[in-house]
């Protein structure tokens, strides 16, 4: 059968909406990586190394058996740890992970990224034990502003740290309670998501999820 160009470029436009809306529906439907399919040693399968030392290691305490994503580089006091995942693409966003502070004399814990344009633009939500604070900011060309802050007390062991956005409109919850609501404008188109540390923070993350548009 002998199929015009026309026509061809036709199926072809058709094809590609088709995709762009099952990628939608599943964005909107959600997605978790838990790391248990990834090799050991390596970067999780679709996650950028940007800054820092990400590999997937096992940690037989994890919440989903038997890997974790971890951060293991002792970067310099300024330095952030940033793997984002390249095929994500994000305005408003549901956002939770599950991590453990495993070492760190600068810097302990880490967070979550969203709307990143890349490893220096994007908003961060993080928990440092160390300094016993619940943080958001936005990270403009490598330079960070502090957008809202609670004081919790650390306690040992994992810990769930969720962000929603809608809009300009942040909330930010650690191990469920609502600590952080605040609004922000600076940042307003999508952009990938992703994990945090900063400096020496050595910190094993599960259970990446996200839902949104």
């Known amino acids: 059968m002998i199929i ?4 061809g470029k036709w199926i072809a436009v058709v094809m590609v909406s088709v995709c762009a809306v099952a990628g939608r529906a599943q964005d909107m439907k959600g997605r978790t ?6 090799k050991v040693g390596e970067i999780a ?8 030392q990400w590999q997937v290691v096992a940690d037989d305490t994890a919440p989903s058996k038997p890997h974790v994503l971890a951060q293991q580089a002792k970067s310099e006091k300024q330095l952030y ?6 095929d994500t693409n994000f305005k408003n966003v549901d956002l939770s992970v599950k991590f ?4 760190g004399a600068l810097d302990q814990g880490g967070g979550v990224v969203w709307r990143a344009k890349d490893a220096q ?33 650390a306690t040992p062991g994992w810990h769930t740290l969720r962000v929603v956005m809608t809009g300009d409109k942040f909330e930010g919850y650690l191990d469920g309670k609502k600590d952080l609501e605040m609004s922000d404008a600076t940042i307003a188109g ?8 900063k400096a020496d923070a050595q910190t094993h993350f599960d259970d990446l999820t996200v839902s949104g548009d």
């Open 4 to 7: 015009s160009a026309n026509r």
């Open 33 to 38: 990586w838990n790391f248990d399919g990834d």
């Open 45 to 52: 399968k679709g996650f950028t190394n940007d800054v820092g």
């Open 81 to 86: 740890n940033v793997a984002l995942i390249a």
């Open 100 to 103: 453990r502070a495993v070492a």
């Open 121 to 153: 633009n994007y908003y961060i939500c993080r928990y440092n034990p160390l300094e016993e604070n619940f943080r958001v900011y936005k990270v403009e060309a490598g330079k960070r502003k502090e957008l809202g802050s609670a004081n919790i007390p």
């Open 190 to 197: 999508p952009g990938r998501i992703g994990l945090w540390t």
